[in-house]
């Protein structure tokens, strides 16, 4: 499997290069990035063959099997699209698109070329909610409330190295996407109430700094979400699973008890990374020819969500 990694200069390509270094059977045989200069050090420094500065470049070369898209979020669904109308199989970093529009889009094209397309919702993947799941699958655990703090102090245009970026984040098509995307898998249901506030507009940034989310499912199960920019202290998505057996916290790919006794989750996947274990579905569902976890189609439903949230929130 003969990757090509987009962004791969940005705080998640970067990732995104170390875990496909722990893959066997998988290379990055070229690089995409917007300086030349930094992304050809990229290349030299990792030992990779080609870089350039557009993807129609990495697209059009025989040795490249799939794309990992870790563009900016504007991009990823035109991006996609790109990569699947150019017969490659793509890995778009969350979210797949910022509207619903586009992503209605993307899963067309996929279901037309046939191709694989997913997206990289990465707690689907992470050891801590991958045991959640397990226990919900076999009938062990059912979430009565997911309660989720969504927390970041970015009050200028900063990526997660705390390095300049020339795009605007955004917290509910990038951030809230991961947890209403969890919400519906874990539950298995699509959600049907919602609500939504949020905060002032930032005078430059021109978006929202904080937010808040109320998800219900029909089973009755509900997720509050808090979200901020403006939050000094630790940062990251802390999730608190409120069970008919038990409560869990869930810390990227750490898991705690309610009473902070961690659990053991050796043995639940091949590897304590969860972007790691995200490519590794990608490559694997390629070369088995099958649709992955986390396939376009699949987050479709969240996206859908997203957009009757985004309603809400033009509506205030």
């Known amino acids: 499997m003969r990757l090509c990694v987009a962004g791969a200069a940005g705080a998640f390509g970067q990732k995104h290069l170390d875990a496909v270094a722990n893959i066997e059977g998988a290379e990055v ?3 995409v ?5 930094v992304i050809k050090q990229v290349a030299e420094e990792r030992g990779i063959p080609h870089y350039c500065t557009d993807l129609a470049e990495a697209l059009a070369r025989d040795d490249v099997d799939g794309v990992l898209l870790a563009t ?6 035109s991006q996609a699209i790109q990569c699947l109308e150019a017969g490659k199989h793509v890995m778009v970093e969350i979210p797949m ?12 094209v996929q279901q037309r070329t046939g191709l694989v397309a997913m997206s990289g919702q990465t707690r689907r993947f992470n050891p801590s909610h991958q045991w959640i799941h397990n226990k919900i699958q076999a009938g062990e655990l059912n979430v009565q409330q997911m309660d989720v703090q969504t927390y970041f102090f970015r009050r200028t245009n900063t990526n997660a ?14 951030h809230a996407c991961h947890t209403v995307d969890l919400f519906q898998y874990q539950t298995g249901e699509t959600c049907s109430k919602v609500q939504a506030l949020q905060g002032p507009i930032h005078p430059d940034l021109g978006i929202a700094m904080d937010m808040s ?12 979400l808090s979200l901020s920019f403006n939050n000094e202290g630790p940062f990251g998505t ?6 008919d057996q038990g409560t869990y916290i869930a810390r990227y790919d750490d898991l705690v008890d309610g009473y902070e006794n961690p659990i053991d989750l050796s043995g639940v996947t091949v590897s304590n990374n969860g972007i790691e274990l995200q490519d590794r579905e990608f490559i694997a569902a390629v070369k088995e020819g099958r649709e992955p976890n986390s396939s376009v189609a699949q987050v479709l439903p969240a996206m859908e969500t997203l957009d009757k949230l985004e309603q809400l929130l033009e509506a205030e």
């Not at 698109?97 to 067309?108: F, G, H, M, P, T």
């Not at 989310?213 to 509050?224: D, E, F, M, R």
């Open 72 to 77: 900016p979020t504007s991009m990823h669904a």
């Open 97 to 108: 698109a910022d509207n619903i529009e586009d992503s209605r889009k993307l899963v067309e």
């Open 161 to 174: 190295k705390g390095q300049a970026r020339s795009w605007t984040d955004h917290l509910l098509w990038h």
């Open 29 to 31: 045989v070229s690089v």
């Open 238 to 243: 802390f999730f608190r699973y409120i069970c």
């Open 33 to 37: 990035g917007t300086r030349p200069d």
């Open 213 to 224: 989310i109320g998800l219900k499912v029909p089973s009755g199960a509900i997720c509050t």
